[in-house]
Nanobody, 124 residues
Framework: QVQLVESGGGLVQAGGSLRLSCAAS????????MGWFRQAPGKEREFVAA????????YYASSVKGRFTISRDNAKNTVYLQMNSLKPEDTAVYYC?????????????????WGQGTQVTVSS
């Protein structure tokens, strides 16, 4: 069982930066592939980024590649999403999620555990 709590969301102007954090409970954090997803009003939840158990092999959606960076600190049971050059279309609720390390990382129903989400709003 893993409990996930996101933080770091807020309001930022276009071109600005935010860093999201996701703190996990439990001693098995390093056993999971971690992902970030987002959901904008009226839209389906979409994949943003994922990272393997050891922190290698980050994987990004094309819409955020080059602007966002996912990382993790297994000693702190935390995964991060550094978001730079933010655009109004990045506005959404951002969720972190955990899955066993097999299968496609961009499929949301592959993730067993989810946080409650944190709002990111980018003004133009």
């Amino acid at each position: 069982q893993v409990q996930l709590v996101e933080s770091g969301g807020g309001l930022v102007q276009a071109g600005g930066s935010l860093r999201l954090s996701c703190a996990a409970s439990g001693r098995t954090f390093s056993s999971y592939t971690m992902g970030w997803f987002r959901q904008a009003p009226g839209k389906e939840r979409e994949f943003v980024a994922a990272i393997s158990r050891t922190g290698g092999r980050p994987y990004y959606a094309s819409s955020v590649k080059g602007r966002f960076t996912i990382s993790r600190d297994n000693a702190k049971n935390t995964v991060y999403l550094q978001m730079n050059s933010l655009k109004p279309e990045d506005t959404a609720v951002y969720y972190c999620a955990a899955k066993i390390p097999s299968g496609l990382v961009e499929i949301d129903n592959a993730y067993a555990y989810w946080g409650q989400g944190t709002q990111v709003t980018v003004s133009s």
